[in-house]
Structures are given as structure tokens and as C-alpha cells.
């Protein structure tokens, strides 16, 4: 090749003529395409399509050049469809081993041979519906039949594919539900890509098809976008947990476990192993108080008067390892959920319901088996003297916590029962914030799904909740000394020492909220392990969390180490019981971060419901004040919230509140305030 050649190459836009203007070692510039952009590419690129004639010497000027070609004299020597048939079947009958030449091929299907033929047929051999022919190393095949058949079927198996290709495009573009079963594999296996990409479980979209589809359903390869797309097509809930998706949780029972649990359901009623040492507690009246809408009742209280003028306290835990044996089935599965898990929109249990809420709770008027820790309080608060059996109960009142707080206030010369527990409790807290324990009591705001409506929720402080509290953490406190006495492992519950805000700078800050985060800011995570610690912010010197065993495994297994020593069999040690925990810890994180990104979407839906709204809130303290990024309580709401901040807020300044942006689907919340 040299200078002025007529060359062909395929460019970004497809087969394209050049002229060539100099040549420098294995780098050509050339002028390319009917614009004759300058573009330099390598020499191997190029097909030779029509030498300059004659001599010369370079450089060349273009408008020197011979054929200073246009498209419209292109099109009129391009090859017609029935010579090149015919040519086809000349050279398909006796094929030359290496082909025929550019310049031989223009002769047989132009009928002579000029620079704009052979440039017309240089540029129909690199069609791509071309398929008579095949150009290799600058010469001309002519396909076998065998060959044709097979490309044409590609051909159409692809025009097929572009079709379904299109079609899903489609429906995608046209956002409306749809149904799977109509779907091709491929569409299923992207459909399936999409969802794994809206619950997290992958980081990206690699597959090119799927991400021109979305392009084509002008949706942004991100999660967000991707949920609100599934949502149109009917394949995602709007109120779907991601990170639920494919937990422990989201799988249910088996049709097994479900099987055992209705035989446990059966043999409720009949006599269980150790169930002769139970002592008959049921002639005591007995209170349980929930929440008007708890299912599992798992605690109770009852107060004893004394023969000598005192009163004993008891609190009563329900006793699911009663049923439910250890290394069974569903102990397992209890084991591998860790802990029921609680929604805005109810509870998903660590054991079946029909357990959980029947035989394993502790309900009104019928004879439950129970665990019952007996206390007696010394005038200062502490334990006097105490007592852990198995025992019989027969619950007397079901009470809300407004009803408990009803009795409690008033105090019935009928029903005294509950003012005196809240007494006794009363000077056990007052022990308690004597060695140290922190009282945050304060309003707490919630938000529930209530027929797919979000709705707040705040609960108050109240006698009967403060009561209710104090009562499992004195009986968390017995168990954990129990077992210390008796060197028996449990799941203790520590929390480090925390160093707080000096005294003075406490009150210098408004009571209520803005000193809670003062002090909650100071406070190390609390911890389980099988090695004893003080518990700071209670104030307990050992502490073991044992009154839930319905909704908390650990509970479970404290229970059944305190059953060991009654029984004779082998407790856990102290490097078992570790293993234990380390085995559950991992899934109970899972669980409180599946509700807290539970809670926090129910909490922007509420805020989609309510964007056009203020609220008054105090100021807290700064996140990132950098970003002016601090943390407000919204007062009317009864919960804390991150919000844009103006720069020079201190704690308890006065603010105004309002959404900036919301979008629950997309896990987005920004709030302003002024």
C-alpha cells in the first residue's frame, strides 16, 4: 500500500473507505469515511480495495485523487442481488482452494472492474445480512450450502432471541404485573438477578442485557429504583425487608417441626418428667401484664404475706423445656433462630405459634408449668433471702398495663397486691441507683403497620410498666447470684464500666432526653458471656437475662442449668456454654438488625404519610458536625432522629423539623432542621 490508495477497514461505525495520506513504519493516516476524518490506525487494519495508478511521489493531495467517491455513485455500482447469486453458484460448484481476488470478484458480478465497483463490492462483502460470501486475508469464498443452512438457522435462532430480548424489554418498560409462567428461562433468571439485587444479596447487575432493559424502563441500576420497578411488575412487596429475605426467619417451620409441635400440643396436658417436685403455687393470685396485643406470656407476679408480717415476692417464667427437649427438633430450631423476631407488623416466633402462644405461656385461669423465683427484700432493697423452683401456677388477672396501673393507683383495700409489689419493687430500684444504676425512664415512640398503614405508637412510663421491669431484673439478679454461688456457667450479661459526664455538667443539661443521650453516649455495648461481669448501668454486680425463654433461647438455656441442679444431670461448663453463645451470637445480631431496619422503614413510610408536617424538637448532640449532621428528639413523635442541623445548636437548643426528602423504597430519610 502507499499513499493515495483507495483502502477499506472497519471502524466504530461499521465498513468504511479511506484514502490513505502517508505511511509512517506500521501506522497509516488516513482520511476516513464520506466526512474524511483524519484517523491514524495500524497498516495490518487495512484491505487493500483500489491502488492509485500510476507513479507518484507523496504526499498526495485528496483532491488530487481519481476517485473522490460520493455514496450516490457508490449505490449505483453496488452488485445486483441476482448476479450475485449467480456468482455464488459458479464458485460454490468448483470452489478455488484460495478464493478469488477483490478485483476478480468485481469482474463476475459487475461485469467489469472499476474503483467504484470494487469499492461497492468491498463494502456489500462486509455487510453483516451478507452471508454468500466470506473475506479472508483480502480474497473472497464462497460459503458452502452446508454452511448457509447452519447461518441461517443461527440467523433466525438469533432474530428469535432479539425478539424475546424485546419483548421483556417490553414489559419491563410498560411497568405492569406480571405473570412468571410466562416467562421464558432466561427472563425468569433475570427477574430472579433483580430481586437478589433489591434484597442485597448482590452488589451489582453485571449481566449487559438486563442493564439495557432497565435503561429501556428508564430505571437507575440501584436498589432503590430497581424495589419500585419490582413493585410495578408484581414481583416485590413494598414494605419487603431485604435483609429478611432468605433469613432464618423468612423460611418458617417444616412441615415437620410443625408436626412436633402438635404432638408437644397433645401432650401438654399429660404428666412430664419432674413434674412430681413441682411445688403447687396455683393457690397464689398471680398477675400477668402485657400489652393488650402480647400473645406470649412468659412472666407473672404474685406477693405472699408472711406467717412473721413480711411479704414474699415471686415472679413466675413460663417453662417451655418442659415440652421441648434439649437437642430435639424444634430445640434446634429455636436454637438456630436465637430469638422471636419482632416487626412493625408482629412477631415472627422462635417456636411455632400454636406453642409459643398455647401451652408454653403463662394463661389466665389454667394450670401452666413455670419457674418460679421467690424473693424476700431487706428494708434497704437487697436480697434477704431467696428461693428457684418448678412450680404450678394458675394465673388469676390478664391485665394490660393500663389496668395494672389502674389497680396500682388506686389500690383497693380487695386488691392491694399490686401496690405492695410496686412498693417492694420500688425500694429494690432505690438499692439498686444506690450502687450506681442509671434511670432513664422516658416516653418511647414507635411506629406499627397496621393494614399496611403506618401508625404511631408511644408508650409512656407507668407504675406498671416500671414494676413489671424492676421485677425481671431482680430475678435476673437472683439467678445470675444463684448460679455464682453454686459455680454453675450461665449466659451472664455485662456491661464495662462507663465513665459519665461530670455531675455538674448533668445539670446543667434539661432533664428528660437531652441528659439521657449525654448518658447514653458514655455507655459501653453490653455483652453475654460465660464468665462473670458487673452489669454497670443496673447496678448489679451479676446479671443473667432468664425470664424469657419463649422468645429468647439463652433464657432457655439458663433455665435448663438451673434444672440440672435440681435433677442431677450435667450442666453445661463454662467453655460449652462459650461455644453456645458464640454460636448464637451471630443470629441474634441478624435479628436486631432485621428490626431495626424493620422499624426505620416504617418509620420513612410514616414520614411519606406525614411530609407536608413540623414537629418541635430539642437538640441532642452532633454525629458528624462536620456535615451538620446531628441527632434531634422529636417530642411530639417520642423518638430520636438524625436531621441537617443549623451549625451552632447545643444541647436542649429549641428546633423545627420538617422531611427534605423520603422514599421508603429506597431506604431514604433526610430531615431539616430550623
Same mark, same amino acid.
Given at each position: 500500500?502507499?499513499?493515495?490508495?483507495?483502502?477499506?477497514?472497519?471502524?466504530?461505525?461499521?465498513?468504511?473507505?479511506?484514502?490513505?495520506?502517508?505511511?509512517?513504519?506500521?501506522?497509516?493516516?488516513?482520511?476516513?469515511?464520506?466526512?474524511?476524518?483524519?484517523?491514524?490506525?495500524?497498516?495490518?487494519?487495512?484491505?487493500?480495495?483500489?491502488?492509485?495508478?500510476?507513479?507518484?511521489?507523496?504526499?498526495?493531495?485528496?483532491?488530487?485523487?481519481?476517485?473522490?467517491?460520493?455514496?450516490?455513485?457508490?449505490?449505483?455500482?453496488?452488485?445486483?442481488?441476482?448476479?450475485?447469486?449467480?456468482?455464488?453458484?459458479?464458485?460454490?460448484?468448483?470452489?478455488?482452494?484460495?478464493?478469488?481476488?477483490?478485483?476478480?470478484?468485481?469482474?463476475?458480478?459487475?461485469?467489469?472492474?472499476?474503483?467504484?465497483?470494487?469499492?461497492?463490492?468491498?463494502?456489500?462483502?462486509?455487510?453483516?445480512?451478507?452471508?454468500?460470501?466470506?473475506?479472508?486475508?483480502?480474497?473472497?469464498?464462497?460459503?458452502?450450502?452446508?454452511?448457509? &443452512?447452519?447461518?441461517?438457522?443461527?440467523?433466525?435462532?438469533?432474530?428469535?432471541?432479539?425478539?424475546?430480548?424485546?419483548?421483556?424489554?417490553?414489559?419491563?418498560?410498560?411497568?405492569?404485573?406480571?405473570?412468571?409462567?410466562?416467562?421464558?428461562?432466561?427472563?425468569?433468571?433475570?427477574?430472579?438477578?433483580?430481586?437478589?439485587?433489591?434484597?442485597?444479596?448482590?452488589?451489582?447487575?453485571?449481566?449487559?442485557?438486563?442493564?439495557?432493559?432497565?435503561?429501556?424502563?428508564?430505571?437507575?441500576?440501584?436498589?432503590?429504583?430497581?424495589?419500585?420497578?419490582?413493585?410495578?411488575?408484581?414481583?416485590?412487596?413494598?414494605?419487603?425487608?431485604?435483609?429478611?429475605?432468605?433469613?432464618?426467619?423468612?423460611?418458617?417451620?417444616?412441615?415437620?417441626?410443625?408436626?412436633?409441635?402438635?404432638?408437644?400440643?397433645?401432650?401438654?396436658?399429660?404428666?412430664?418428667?419432674?413434674?412430681?417436685? &413441682?411445688?403447687?403455687?396455683?393457690?397464689?393470685?398471680?398477675?400477668?401484664?402485657?400489652?393488650?396485643?402480647?400473645?406470649?406470656?412468659?412472666?407473672?407476679?404474685?406477693?405472699?404475706?408472711?406467717?412473721?408480717?413480711?411479704?414474699?415476692?415471686?415472679?413466675?417464667?413460663?417453662?417451655?423445656?418442659?415440652?421441648?427437649?434439649?437437642?430435639?427438633?424444634?430445640?434446634?430450631?429455636?436454637?438456630?433462630?436465637?430469638?422471636?423476631?419482632?416487626?412493625?407488623?408482629?412477631?415472627?416466633?422462635?417456636?411455632?405459634?400454636?406453642?409459643?402462644?398455647?401451652?408454653?405461656?403463662?394463661?389466665?385461669?389454667?394450670?401452666?408449668?413455670?419457674?418460679?423465683?421467690?424473693?424476700?427484700?431487706?428494708?434497704?432493697?437487697?436480697?434477704?433471702?431467696?428461693?428457684?423452683?418448678?412450680?404450678?401456677?394458675?394465673?388469676?388477672?390478664?391485665?394490660?398495663?393500663?389496668?395494672?396501673?389502674?389497680?396500682?393507683?388506686?389500690?383497693?383495700?380487695?386488691?392491694?397486691?399490686?401496690?405492695?409489689?410496686?412498693?417492694?419493687?420500688?425500694?429494690?430500684?432505690?438499692?439498686?441507683?444506690?450502687?450506681?444504676?442509671?434511670?432513664?425512664?422516658?416516653?418511647?415512640?414507635?411506629?406499627?403497620?397496621?393494614?399496611?398503614?403506618?401508625?404511631?405508637? %408511644?408508650?409512656?412510663?407507668?407504675?406498671?410498666?416500671?414494676?413489671?421491669?424492676?421485677?425481671?431484673?431482680?430475678?435476673?439478679?437472683?439467678?445470675?447470684?444463684?448460679?455464682?454461688?453454686?459455680?454453675?456457667?450461665?449466659?451472664?450479661?455485662?456491661?464495662?464500666?462507663?465513665?459519665?459526664?461530670?455531675?455538674?455538667?448533668?445539670?446543667?443539661?434539661?432533664?428528660?432526653?437531652?441528659?439521657?443521650?449525654?448518658?447514653?453516649?458514655?455507655?459501653? &455495648?453490653?455483652?453475654?458471656?460465660?464468665?462473670?461481669?458487673?452489669?454497670?448501668?443496673?447496678?448489679?454486680?451479676?446479671?443473667?437475662?432468664?425470664?424469657?425463654?419463649?422468645?429468647?433461647?439463652?433464657?432457655?438455656?439458663?433455665?435448663?442449668? $438451673?434444672?440440672?441442679?435440681?435433677?442431677?444431670?450435667?450442666?453445661?461448663?463454662?467453655?460449652?456454654?462459650?461455644?453456645? $453463645?458464640?454460636?448464637?451470637?451471630?443470629? %441474634?445480631?441478624?435479628?436486631?438488625?432485621?428490626?431495626?431496619?424493620?422499624?426505620?422503614?416504617?418509620?420513612?413510610?410514616?414520614?411519606?404519610?406525614?411530609?407536608?408536617?413540623?414537629?418541635?424538637?430539642?437538640?441532642? &448532640?452532633?454525629?458528624?458536625?462536620?456535615?451538620?449532621?446531628?441527632?434531634?428528639?422529636?417530642?411530639?413523635?417520642?423518638?430520636?432522629?438524625?436531621?441537617?442541623?443549623?451549625? $451552632?445548636?447545643?444541647?436542649?437548643?429549641?428546633?423545627?423539623?420538617?422531611?427534605?426528602?423520603?422514599?421508603?423504597?429506597?431506604?431514604?430519610?433526610?430531615?431539616?432542621?430550623?
Amino acid at each position: 500500500m502507499q499513499p493515495g490508495d483507495l483502502v477499506g477497514l472497519i471502524g466504530s461505525k461499521g465498513p468504511e473507505l479511506a484514502l490513505i495520506e502517508a505511511i509512517n513504519g506500521s501506522r497509516v493516516r488516513l482520511r476516513a469515511g464520506w466526512d474524511a476524518r483524519s484517523q491514524s490506525v495500524p497498516l495490518r487494519q487495512l484491505d487493500l480495495v483500489a491502488p492509485l495508478p500510476g507513479v507518484h511521489e507523496p504526499p498526495v493531495r485528496l483532491d488530487q485523487s481519481p476517485w473522490l467517491l460520493e455514496p450516490s455513485v457508490l449505490a449505483s455500482a453496488s452488485p445486483g442481488r441476482r448476479d450475485l447469486g449467480a456468482a455464488w453458484l459458479l464458485l460454490v460448484e468448483a470452489p478455488p482452494e484460495e478464493g478469488v481476488s477483490l478485483a476478480e470478484f468485481t469482474e463476475l458480478v459487475a461485469g467489469g472492474d472499476s474503483p467504484a465497483a470494487r469499492a461497492a463490492c468491498w463494502c456489500w462483502l462486509h455487510q453483516p445480512e451478507q452471508h454468500l460470501f466470506r473475506w479472508r486475508q483480502g480474497r473472497v469464498h464462497p460459503r458452502s450450502l452446508r454452511d448457509l &443452512r447452519q447461518l441461517r438457522h443461527d440467523r433466525h435462532r438469533q432474530a428469535l432471541e432479539h425478539r424475546r430480548v424485546q419483548q421483556w424489554h417490553d414489559l419491563l418498560r410498560q411497568r405492569t404485573p406480571l405473570e412468571t409462567s410466562d416467562l421464558a428461562p432466561a427472563q425468569v433468571e433475570q427477574l430472579q438477578q433483580l430481586l437478589a439485587f433489591a434484597g442485597g444479596e448482590i452488589e451489582a447487575l453485571s449481566d449487559p442485557e438486563l442493564r439495557r432493559g432497565l435503561q429501556q424502563a428508564q430505571c437507575a441500576a440501584e436498589p432503590g429504583p430497581v424495589r419500585r420497578l419490582l413493585v410495578d411488575l408484581g414481583q416485590w412487596q413494598p414494605h419487603a425487608l431485604p435483609s429478611l429475605r432468605s433469613s432464618v426467619w423468612d423460611q418458617g417451620f417444616t412441615p415437620a417441626l410443625l408436626e412436633d409441635a402438635e404432638g408437644l400440643l397433645a401432650q401438654a396436658e399429660q404428666d412430664q418428667p419432674g413434674d412430681e417436685t &413441682r411445688r403447687d403455687l396455683t393457690a397464689l393470685r398471680s398477675y400477668t401484664i402485657d400489652d393488650a396485643d402480647t400473645e406470649e406470656i412468659d412472666d407473672a407476679v404474685s406477693l405472699e404475706p408472711l406467717a412473721g408480717g413480711g411479704l414474699r415476692l415471686w415472679v413466675h417464667i413460663a417453662d417451655p423445656g418442659r415440652l421441648v427437649a434439649s437437642g430435639s427438633p424444634l430445640d434446634l430450631e429455636a436454637r438456630r433462630r436465637g430469638t422471636s423476631l419482632y416487626l412493625a407488623s408482629g412477631v415472627v416466633p422462635m417456636f411455632p405459634l400454636a406453642l409459643a402462644v398455647g401451652p408454653f405461656s403463662l394463661r389466665q385461669g389454667q394450670r401452666c408449668a413455670a419457674w418460679s423465683c421467690a424473693v424476700e427484700l431487706a428494708e434497704d432493697g437487697s436480697v434477704a433471702r431467696h428461693e428457684l423452683l418448678r412450680s404450678w401456677i394458675r394465673p388469676t388477672y390478664r391485665l394490660t398495663y393500663g389496668d395494672a396501673d389502674a389497680l396500682i393507683d388506686m389500690a383497693p383495700p380487695e386488691e392491694p397486691d399490686l401496690a405492695q409489689l410496686q412498693g417492694l419493687l420500688e425500694r429494690r430500684r432505690r438499692w439498686r441507683e444506690a450502687r450506681g444504676a442509671l434511670s432513664m425512664e422516658q416516653s418511647e415512640g414507635r411506629i406499627l403497620c397496621r393494614d399496611e398503614h403506618a401508625e404511631l405508637e %408511644i408508650t409512656d412510663p407507668s407504675p406498671a410498666r416500671a414494676l413489671v421491669a424492676e421485677a425481671m431484673i431482680l430475678t435476673g439478679s437472683v439467678v445470675a447470684a444463684h448460679a455464682v454461688d453454686l459455680g454453675l456457667a450461665m449466659p451472664f450479661r455485662g456491661q464495662p464500666v462507663s465513665e459519665l459526664p461530670p455531675e455538674s455538667e448533668l445539670q446543667s443539661l434539661p432533664e428528660g432526653p437531652v441528659r439521657h443521650a449525654a448518658l447514653r453516649r458514655c455507655l459501653s &455495648r453490653g455483652c453475654t458471656s460465660a464468665a462473670v461481669s458487673p452489669h454497670f448501668s443496673l447496678g448489679l454486680p451479676s446479671y443473667v437475662q432468664a425470664t424469657s425463654p419463649i422468645r429468647r433461647y439463652a433464657d432457655l438455656v439458663a433455665q435448663r442449668q $438451673l434444672a440440672a441442679t435440681l435433677t442431677g444431670d450435667q450442666p453445661l461448663d463454662a467453655a460449652r456454654m462459650g461455644e453456645l $453463645l458464640e454460636e448464637l451470637d451471630p443470629v %441474634i445480631r441478624e435479628g436486631i438488625q432485621i428490626s431495626r431496619e424493620d422499624q426505620r422503614h416504617w418509620q420513612q413510610v410514616w414520614f411519606e404519610q406525614h411530609r407536608g408536617e413540623r414537629w418541635p424538637a430539642v437538640f441532642l &448532640r452532633w454525629l458528624r458536625q462536620q456535615d451538620r449532621l446531628a441527632l434531634v428528639h422529636l417530642e411530639s413523635l417520642a423518638m430520636d432522629q438524625a436531621v441537617r442541623a443549623p451549625e $451552632l445548636c447545643q444541647p436542649g437548643d429549641a428546633l423545627t423539623v420538617q422531611v427534605q426528602q423520603v422514599d421508603s423504597l429506597s431506604d431514604l430519610l433526610r430531615l431539616e432542621a430550623r
